[in-house]
């Protein structure tokens, strides 16, 4: 019954910036974190933020770190991304993913070992 659903992916323009909402439902919010990946062709998934609704706590990668900024509305259970400086490497299709707080050690936020995934949305970044 859990269900994620991202939005507001497209295209823009090198510089520009888009913000990425995810959709969350079936689970008590505060008691799991919920991240954003993506993965452009050819390339591996890459954790890029992720958040802990209950206590504020975020995560990012060294790629982004600086340019994107993750947040949470924990009434409405959406996860936001905000993305502003673009890149051309940037693009990819963006997923976001949740699982339950109890099974994360410490540092593994940004891993890939989700048990939930939304469908994924495209983000391209054009020079």
């Known amino acids: 019954e859990v269900q994620l659903m991202e939005s507001g992916g497209g295209a823009v323009q090198t510089g520009g910036s888009l913000r990425l909402s995810c959709a969350a439902s079936?689970?008590?919010?505060?008691?799991?974190?919920i991240a954003w990946f993506r993965q452009a062709p050819g390339k591996e998934r890459e954790g890029v933020a992720g958040?802990?609704?209950?206590?504020?706590?975020?995560y990012y990668s060294d790629s982004v770190k600086g340019r994107f900024t993750i947040s949470s509305d924990n009434d409405k259970n959406m996860v936001y991304l905000q993305m502003d400086s673009l890149k051309p490497e940037d693009t990819a299709i963006y997923y976001c993913?949740?699982?339950?707080?109890?099974?994360?050690?410490?540092?593994?936020?940004?891993?890939?070992?989700?048990?939930?995934w939304g469908p994924g949305i495209q983000v391209t970044v054009s020079s």
């Open positions: 958040i802990s609704p209950g206590d504020q706590s975020t």
């Open positions: 079936g689970f008590t919010f505060d008691e799991w974190i």
């Open positions: 993913a949740a699982d339950l707080i109890a099974e994360f050690l410490g540092g593994t936020e940004l891993q890939p070992h989700y048990d939930y």
